[in-house]
Every structure is written in structure tokens, then in C-alpha cells.
């Protein structure tokens, strides 16, 4: 499905995305070291297994990433011309190898641009959740979006 352009959201509208993604061992650790990130709580078991978590934490910008790319398909897939910003981001619960992830997306608000009228803000809020519907992270981001070619 393509994306919707700016003109076909609605305050409210609510998304319950399809694609889930269990995430593994390989792509906590491509992440971590494409990132330059050697966060021993991310990259090694060993040392991971004498934290409070007992095992290696999954990156939480690989968990925002994933969480934000799994709305795309549904939301802005070839209707967005870019990101704006993302605030109220957190991470309550942890993610592991092994968890499921699944996304909801919520318009909280719609700005046309006075400027650009072939564009418009959407900000969105999605949050993720792993396979026991337990919140893992939750962020609000705003987008710049095409409108709708007028014919």
C-alpha cells in the first residue's frame, strides 16, 4: 500500500500495522557496530549476563528505528518529503533478542503550510509494543507531507 498523502489524514485516525518483526541477535549487532556504538550492555553477552537485565539489551534507536519503519508502508511510503523532529521519545520497557515487535500509529495533529501549499505537517505518534502487548516505545514525530496533485 502506498503511503497517504497529507490530505487523507484525519485527527485520530488510528493505524494497527501488520508487519511485526521478531528482532535477533544479528540485527542487534549490525546495528550496534554500523552505528560505531561498543555499548558492551548491547554487544556481549558475557558482560551483559551480570546486569540487572541478565542478557544483552537490544540499541533503543535500533527499537525507534524499527518501531517508525514499520508505520512507513501504511503512512508515508512515497508521500513524504521528510522527517521534522521526534520528542516524547521513550523506551519503558526493554527489548531482548527474541521479541516480536508491533506498531500503532495515531494522528495527534494536521498543519498545512501557509508557504507550500502542496504540503502539510502531520504529527504522528506511534508506539511499539513486543509480543506481550507490553510498551516498549512510544515517540512522536512530525512529518512533512505532499498533498494531493490537484488534476
Same mark, same amino acid.
Given at each position: 500500500?502506498a503511503g497517504l498523502?497529507?490530505?487523507?489524514?484525519?485527527?485520530?485516525?488510528?493505524?494497527?500495522?501488520? @508487519?511485526?518483526?521478531?528482532?535477533?541477535? *544479528?540485527?542487534?549487532? %549490525?546495528?550496534?557496530?554500523?552505528? %560505531?556504538?561498543?555499548?558492551?550492555?548491547?554487544?556481549?553477552?558475557? &558482560?551483559?549476563? +551480570?546486569? *540487572?537485565? $541478565?542478557?544483552?539489551?537490544?540499541?533503543?534507536? &535500533?527499537? @525507534?528505528?524499527?518501531?517508525? $519503519?514499520?508505520?512507513?508502508?501504511?503512512?508515508? /511510503?512515497?508521500?513524504?518529503?521528510?522527517?521534522?523532529?521526534?520528542?516524547?521519545?521513550?523506551?519503558?520497557?526493554?527489548?531482548?533478542?527474541?521479541?516480536?515487535?508491533?506498531?500503532?500509529?495515531?494522528? %495527534? *495533529? /494536521?498543519?498545512?503550510?501557509?508557504?507550500?501549499?502542496?504540503? $502539510?505537517?502531520?504529527?504522528?505518534?506511534?508506539? $511499539? &509494543?513486543?509480543? +506481550? +502487548?507490553? @510498551?516498549?516505545?512510544?515517540?512522536?514525530?512530525?512529518?512533512?507531507?505532499?498533498?494531493?496533485?490537484?488534476?
Amino acid at each position: 500500500m502506498a503511503g497517504l498523502w497529507f490530505d487523507e489524514f484525519h485527527v485520530g485516525q488510528m493505524f494497527h500495522h501488520e @508487519l511485526r518483526k521478531t528482532v535477533t541477535e *544479528a540485527d542487534n549487532m %549490525l546495528f550496534s557496530n554500523m552505528t %560505531l556504538n561498543p555499548q558492551p550492555l548491547h554487544i556481549d553477552r558475557h &558482560f551483559s549476563k +551480570d546486569t *540487572a537485565w $541478565g542478557q544483552p539489551l537490544v540499541n533503543s534507536i &535500533f527499537t @525507534l528505528g524499527l518501531v517508525i $519503519g514499520i508505520s512507513v508502508s501504511e503512512t508515508t /511510503l512515497g508521500t513524504t518529503i521528510g522527517n521534522l523532529g521526534m520528542r516524547e521519545t521513550t523506551f519503558p520497557a526493554p527489548v531482548f533478542q527474541g521479541d516480536t515487535i508491533h506498531v500503532t500509529t495515531e494522528v %495527534l *495533529a /494536521l498543519r498545512p503550510s501557509v508557504s507550500k501549499p502542496d504540503r $502539510g505537517i502531520v504529527t504522528f505518534l506511534h508506539r $511499539g &509494543f513486543n509480543q +506481550d +502487548d507490553l @510498551l516498549v516505545c512510544s515517540c512522536e514525530r512530525q512529518a512533512m507531507m505532499r498533498r494531493k496533485p490537484q488534476s
